[in-house]
């Protein structure tokens, strides 16, 4: 009886996990490439800053002096970015028993936060060139360079974010995003001294500066968005409409009588889920933690190539009758709403 049970448990989860494989992200088991890219990154980042500032000293452009300051920015950030990758792999220790995960919405929040401060920066420096007077020379020099390394810069922005995104690695998504806000920076620069070149009016390098430097704002701000969005352990609502049609599966099929007290966060690859599920009073601890462990077999389908920690609590059905005379459960079940 016991064995017939667990089997029709197993396929329970796995009949769940089939109707929804196409729905979640999946991520199948590959060489980790975080670690190289990321180091890439931070080598590439001296490469940029050494040949925007050696472009600026042989043009005197704004907009190339506003990209160079953009590139401090990003070299110190990248270092940032790099530290954190190391430091949020580090395993769980007495200090931190849920690792050290959560450095990579502080480190997009970093980044963030000094990609506002270039942008204030170029502007700055924009409105005071155009007070002085901008002074242009070797515009086709600076073109090549800026040219060539845009080109770099595209490239390793790719490969950050799309390696970022398959390893739900924040870290990298948000250094990816910063070398795109330098590429299209450096882009904007060659079009603005192109212009120049073109019409022979000066004050449209400073001016594309400001636009520039406006661009680049709203970049900072997006970051620092989803930074404070994970400090602040957001749920991501597509993971809750999956996690809550797997556990009303679960219910249809008859594996639990009920569920509530639904809770779930990210911390980039880490999913930590918790509920608390209800099962009939003549169930065994046995029975009811084989059925809780069908449901969590599928939880974790949902998530593969994430690191996922399911907590349960287990109840009878008779739930209002169990809790009388003793501590309560949680007023509200935001993930739920009146069905808690």
């Known amino acids: 009886m016991q064995s017939s049970f667990v089997n029709s448990t197993f396929h329970y989860s796995v ?35 050494g040949g925007k500032l050696y472009a600026y000293f042989i043009t005197g452009s704004s907009a190339i002096l506003s990209d160079a300051l953009e590139s401090v920015i990003h070299l110190a950030a990248t270092g940032f970015a790099a530290f954190s990758l190391w430091y949020s792999t580090q395993p769980p220790d007495e200090k931190h028993p849920y690792g050290h995960g959560k450095i990579a919405y502080f480190s997009s929040g970093f980044e963030g936060g000094l990609i506002l401060i270039a942008a204030l920066a170029i502007i700055y ?45 924040f870290i990298l998504i948000a250094n990816g995003y910063h070398v795109f806000t330098d590429m299209w920076t450096s882009f904007g620069v060659i079009v603005g001294l192109f212009l120049v070149w073109l019409t022979g009016k000066v004050w449209l390098d400073p001016v594309l500066a400001i636009f520039l430097g406006l661009n680049i704002l709203w970049t900072s701000k997006s970051l620092i968005k989803n930074a404070v969005s994970g400090l602040m352990e957001a749920a991501n609502p597509e993971e809750t ?41 003549e169930d065994s601890i046995q029975r009811a933690h084989d059925k809780s462990h069908g449901v969590e077999d599928a939880i974790h389908q949902l998530f593969i190539g994430d690191s996922v920690i399911v907590t349960a609590h287990l109840e009878p059905d008779l739930h209002s009758e169990a809790h009388k005379n003793r501590f309560p459960e949680p007023s509200t079940d935001p993930l739920l709403g009146d069905k808690g």
């Open 15 to 49: 009949q769940i996990w089939n109707k929804r494989r196409q729905t979640m992200h999946v991520h199948p088991t590959e060489t980790d490439y975080q670690r190289p890219v990321m180091l890439a990154s931070l080598m590439i980042s001296f490469l940029m800053l």
């Open 125 to 169: 420096s924009a409105v005071a060139s155009l007070i002085r007077g901008p002074e242009i020379h070797s515009i086709g020099a600076g073109l090549w360079i800026t040219a060539a390394l845009a080109v770099v810069n595209l490239f390793l922005g790719w490969a950050l974010v799309h390696t970022g995104k398959k390893h739900n690695s």
């Open 241 to 281: 409409a999956q996690i809550i049609a797997l556990l009303n599966d679960a219910v249809e099929t008859g594996v639990i009588r009920g569920y509530h007290q639904l809770r779930h966060r990210r911390i980039s690859n880490q999913v930590y889920i918790e509920y608390h599920m209800t099962f009939p009073i």
